[in-house]
Protein backbone atom coordinates (compact mmCIF):
# COMPACT_ATOMS: atom_id res chain seq x y z
CA UNK A 1 0.00 0.00 0.00
CA UNK A 2 0.81 3.69 -1.11
CA UNK A 3 -0.38 6.59 0.78
CA UNK A 4 -0.17 10.13 -1.58
CA UNK A 5 -1.29 13.11 0.11
CA UNK A 6 -0.83 16.43 -2.40
CA UNK A 7 -0.70 19.95 -2.18
CA UNK A 8 0.08 23.06 -3.42
CA UNK A 9 -2.50 24.04 -5.24
CA UNK A 10 -4.56 27.27 -5.59
CA UNK A 11 -5.51 30.09 -7.23
CA UNK A 12 -3.33 31.71 -10.08
CA UNK A 13 -3.20 34.35 -12.56
CA UNK A 14 -2.62 33.58 -16.39
CA UNK A 15 1.33 33.42 -16.80
CA UNK A 16 2.11 32.51 -12.98
CA UNK A 17 3.40 29.57 -11.37
CA UNK A 18 2.44 26.98 -8.86
CA UNK A 19 4.65 24.09 -7.51
CA UNK A 20 2.58 20.93 -6.35
CA UNK A 21 4.48 18.31 -3.98
CA UNK A 22 3.31 15.17 -3.82
CA UNK A 23 4.37 12.81 -0.45
CA UNK A 24 4.18 9.15 -0.14
CA UNK A 25 4.32 6.47 2.30
CA UNK A 26 3.99 2.96 2.82
CA UNK A 27 5.71 0.99 0.51
CA UNK A 28 9.17 1.29 -1.04
CA UNK A 29 8.94 4.66 -2.67
CA UNK A 30 11.60 4.19 -5.40
CA UNK A 31 9.81 0.95 -7.13
CA UNK A 32 6.95 3.04 -8.39
CA UNK A 33 6.50 5.02 -11.40
CA UNK A 34 5.08 8.67 -10.40
CA UNK A 35 2.57 10.61 -12.39
CA UNK A 36 0.46 13.66 -11.96
CA UNK A 37 -2.78 13.70 -13.62
CA UNK A 38 -5.96 16.20 -13.71
CA UNK A 39 -9.42 16.00 -14.38
CA UNK A 40 -12.27 18.85 -14.37
CA UNK A 41 -15.82 18.12 -13.99
CA UNK A 42 -17.41 15.74 -16.73
CA UNK A 43 -13.76 15.13 -18.36
CA UNK A 44 -11.50 12.04 -18.00
CA UNK A 45 -8.90 11.79 -15.70
CA UNK A 46 -5.69 12.67 -18.30
CA UNK A 47 -2.22 12.43 -17.92
CA UNK A 48 -0.16 15.29 -16.94
CA UNK A 49 3.93 13.64 -16.54
CA UNK A 50 5.24 11.03 -15.40
CA UNK A 51 8.70 9.71 -14.27
CA UNK A 52 9.57 6.39 -13.98
CA UNK A 53 11.99 4.57 -11.40
CA UNK A 54 15.10 5.49 -13.51
CA UNK A 55 14.18 8.80 -14.38
CA UNK A 56 12.58 8.91 -17.71
CA UNK A 57 10.03 11.51 -18.08
CA UNK A 58 7.06 11.89 -20.61
CA UNK A 59 4.95 14.86 -20.52
CA UNK A 60 1.64 15.58 -22.40
CA UNK A 61 2.22 17.47 -25.14
CA UNK A 62 -0.01 20.31 -24.07
CA UNK A 63 2.27 20.88 -20.76
CA UNK A 64 5.54 20.21 -22.08
CA UNK A 65 8.24 23.40 -22.32
CA UNK A 66 6.58 24.56 -19.31
CA UNK A 67 5.95 22.02 -16.84
CA UNK A 68 8.86 20.08 -14.89
CA UNK A 69 7.91 16.31 -12.75
CA UNK A 70 10.94 15.28 -10.84
CA UNK A 71 11.52 13.35 -8.14
CA UNK A 72 13.04 12.53 -4.74
CA UNK A 73 13.55 8.97 -3.59
CA UNK A 74 15.25 10.13 -0.29
CA UNK A 75 12.07 12.00 1.07
CA UNK A 76 9.59 9.99 -0.67
CA UNK A 77 8.47 12.84 -2.56
CA UNK A 78 7.56 13.85 -6.34
CA UNK A 79 6.74 17.54 -7.83
CA UNK A 80 5.62 19.24 -10.49
CA UNK A 81 6.74 22.52 -10.98
CA UNK A 82 4.30 24.44 -13.61
CA UNK A 83 5.40 28.07 -15.25
CA UNK A 84 3.41 29.81 -17.54
CA UNK A 85 -0.07 28.53 -16.31
CA UNK A 86 -2.97 29.00 -18.67
CA UNK A 87 -6.59 28.89 -17.87
CA UNK A 88 -6.65 25.72 -19.16
CA UNK A 89 -4.37 24.36 -17.03
CA UNK A 90 -7.55 24.44 -14.49
CA UNK A 91 -8.06 21.89 -12.73
CA UNK A 92 -7.52 18.93 -9.97
CA UNK A 93 -4.51 17.27 -9.94
CA UNK A 94 -3.89 14.12 -8.65
CA UNK A 95 -0.64 12.11 -7.49
CA UNK A 96 -0.18 8.69 -8.78
CA UNK A 97 1.98 5.59 -8.32
CA UNK A 98 2.15 2.83 -10.37
CA UNK A 99 4.23 -0.48 -9.92
CA UNK A 100 3.86 -3.59 -12.49
CA UNK A 101 3.18 -6.66 -10.25
CA UNK A 102 2.50 -10.64 -11.15
CA UNK A 103 -0.88 -10.16 -11.67
CA UNK A 104 -0.97 -6.99 -13.60
CA UNK A 105 -0.29 -3.82 -11.90
CA UNK A 106 -1.09 -1.71 -8.59
CA UNK A 107 -1.76 1.72 -8.77
CA UNK A 108 -2.42 4.50 -5.88
CA UNK A 109 -4.10 7.67 -6.01
CA UNK A 110 -4.12 10.95 -3.01
CA UNK A 111 -7.21 12.63 -3.11
CA UNK A 112 -6.00 15.44 -5.28
CA UNK A 113 -5.37 19.28 -4.88
CA UNK A 114 -7.44 21.78 -6.73
CA UNK A 115 -5.31 24.54 -9.29
CA UNK A 116 -7.20 27.50 -10.61
CA UNK A 117 -5.44 29.49 -13.57
CA UNK A 118 -7.91 32.79 -13.30
CA UNK A 119 -8.05 36.33 -13.60
Known amino acids: QVQLVESGGGLVQPGGSLRLSCAASGSIFSTYIMGWYRQNPGKQRELVAHITTGGSIHYATSVKGRFTISRDNAKNAVYLQMVSLKPEDSGVYYC?????????????WGRGTQVTVSS
Open 96 to 108: NALRPTSKGEERF
